[in-house]
């Protein structure tokens, strides 16, 4: 049975290593992942099955604007397809929600279907495009979800 949890200091090696299997040479490296652990808190889900860690979703608040951030979301090429993404995603956003947010952003990149239908079923909406967001030369859209506070 997939539960989902808070990321705890001992998932960290699994996820940095999903995250390299996905991102390869753009993937987070260790030490950016430990210090958002270290930051992060309440905002660091992972997926585990049988102690084996599947996916995760890390978030961040813009306290000044009120602003939640879904930072980064990703599961195992073995595990998809499966609803982990969706559900590792609409967690993070009930964590972000609870800490009186307004709203909650996230980008992601214009040729990623599967991730674009997550967030729209849960409710994000937006396609502006940012050209070079990550100066790499590549565009992200922004994707918004009000989350009815003031
Ligand atoms: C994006 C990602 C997290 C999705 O994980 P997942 O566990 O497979 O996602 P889910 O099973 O919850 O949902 C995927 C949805 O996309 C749909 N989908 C899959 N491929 C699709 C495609 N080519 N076009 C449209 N929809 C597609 C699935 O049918 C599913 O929709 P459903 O819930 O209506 O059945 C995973 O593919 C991943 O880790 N990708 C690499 C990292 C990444 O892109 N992260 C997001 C960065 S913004």
Redesign the pocket.
């Known amino acids: 049975m997939v539960t989902f949890s808070k990321a705890k200091l001992e998932d960290l090696n699994s996820i940095v290593a999903i995250e390299q299997q996905?991102?390869n040479t753009d993937s987070y490296p260790a030490f950016v992942i430990r210090q958002l652990f270290d930051i992060s808190g309440d905002y660091f889900i992972v997926a585990k099955e049988d102690d084996k860690i599947l996916?995760y979703a890390l978030g961040g608040i813009n306290t000044n604007k009120k602003q939640g951030w879904?930072l980064?979301?990703?599961?195992d090429k073995n595990?998809?397809?499966?609803?982990?993404?969706?559900?590792?995603t609409a967690r993070l956003v009930e964590v972000l929600k609870a800490e009186n947010t307004k709203e909650i952003a996230?980008?992601?990149?214009p040729d990623?279907?599967?991730?674009?239908?997550?967030y729209k079923?849960l409710g994000f909406e937006g396609d502006e495009i940012l050209d070079n967001y990550f100066l790499d030369n590549e565009d992200r859209i922004v994707m918004i979800l009000k989350t009815n506070q003031t």
């Not at 990623?112 to 997550?118: E, R, T, V, Y």
């Open positions: 996905i991102f996916g879904i980064s979301l990703g599961v595990a998809r397809g499966k609803g982990l993404g969706k559900q590792l996230l980008t992601v990149y990623n279907p599967s991730a674009i239908k997550i079923d």
